[in-house]
């Protein structure tokens, strides 16, 4: 008994007997075959699935021949593109193609290695279907990172988006913002040198030029430098005594810059400025302030009164003075006094003889 099998065009067949044993291969054409013989046709733009193990068949040169083989090993991955678009991620095994009008391009990608090749498009490795096999990590336009492999400090890296494959081996990065940025130190408590309490409220700011310094060489570089302006400033303040503090509090910005600069540039940091916000006096220190500056006010308002008053007795004398060189001058002066007098009189009422007349006339007409 025999059936017939029709081949068609763009289409490949494979025969096997009743043993599942393989015969041969059929292309396209009408062919009489067995019923005792199983026959599978496959379209050409299909990946060929054989019944049996396909190293078996591959012996066959014209199976050989007409295919494709792609072999993927552990820690492998295959991105198989179809008429140059991406079509699919092929895993560990064994995949045949048939050699077709269909264009097959493989690329192999070792994922044992944290590193992606160059000719891997960085588009593709963001589709769901290789994302899988990747570790993606993001440095910012404003940031700098260092990476870390297995441990070991590898390489500095500058804003981006970078790719690494997933595996075993271990991969960190540690990112730094290298703006400039602000250190706010709100009510350091601290002793003058002759033991007054104040409050200060200080700023700094601040900016990372050395990455490599700040991250591999030191732990924590924000909390340093926090100490570090802290430890200058009580320093500073631990060298005067109070009065002498409020005279010179202009100096400590610049006493404190220029104290930690040594230190920021261990860290790996610029210093940009320091400056103090509020100086707070405690409650009984205050009040004695208040007291000190009103008498001081006290002080300042008899100083200058006692100044007027001693120019004015000044220009009494010189006053005095001239008018006893100079008997004229004397009587214009009284009859200055005698004119506001009478600009404050009324009316007058005379009572008696002629004597009467004969004083106001002395008193208001000059000799």
Not at 208 to 234: C, G, P, S, T, W
Not at 262 to 287: C, H, M, T, Y
Not at 311 to 320: E, K
């Amino acid at each position: 008994m025999i059936q017939k099998i029709i081949v068609n065009k763009y289409q490949k067949a494979l025969v096997f007997n009743n043993k599942n044993e393989y015969v041969k291969m059929l292309n396209e054409g009408s062919y009489w075959v067995s019923f005792m013989q199983n026959v599978y046709v496959y379209d050409m733009d299909k990946m060929v699935n054989t019944p049996i193990d396909v190293n078996i068949i591959l012996q066959d040169s014209n199976f050989a021949n007409a295919v494709t083989v792609v072999d993927v090993k552990d820690n492998e991955i295959v991105l198989m593109y179809v008429n140059d678009v991406f079509n699919s991620v092929l895993t560990a095994g064994k995949y045949v193609f048939w050699n077709s009008f269909v264009n097959y391009k493989f690329v192999k990608a070792d994922i044992g290695n944290v590193f992606i090749d160059s000719d891997i498009e960085k588009s593709i490795l963001s589709y769901r279907s290789v994302s899988i096999y990747t570790r993606v990590f993001v440095v910012e336009a404003y940031e700098k990172a260092v990476l870390y492999i297995d441990g070991s400090m590898h390489t500095i890296l500058d804003a981006g988006t970078y790719y690494f494959w997933k595996n075993s081996t271990s991969i960190a990065m540690y990112k730094v913002d290298v703006r400039a940025q602000q250190i706010e130190m709100s009510g350091q408590e601290i002793l003058t040198k002759d033991k007054a309490n104040i409050r200060m409220n200080v700023f700094a700011s601040y900016k990372v030029d050395n990455i490599l310094k700040a991250i591999a060489d030191n732990k924590d570089f924000e909390k340093q430098l926090y100490v570090a302006f802290q430890l200058a400033l009580r320093e500073y303040v631990g060298m005067y005594i109070f009065d002498e503090l409020m005279e010179k509090k202009e100096s400590i910005e610049a006493y404190v810059r220029n104290s930690v600069k040594a230190k920021a540039e261990a860290l790996g940091i610029a210093v940009l400025s320091f400056g103090v916000r509020d100086v707070i006096l405690p409650g009984d220190v205050k009040e004695i302030m208040n007291q000190v500056l009103i008498a001081e006010k006290k002080a300042q308002a008899n100083v200058i009164m006692r100044r007027e008053e001693t120019a004015s007795t000044r220009s009494l004398m010189n006053t005095a003075k001239l008018m006893e060189d100079n008997p004229m001058l004397y009587k214009l002066k009284e009859m200055e006094f005698v004119e506001k007098i009478a600009d404050n009189i009324n009316g007058i009422s005379v009572n008696g003889n002629t004597a009467l007349l004969e004083q106001l006339k002395t008193i208001l007409v000059p000799k």
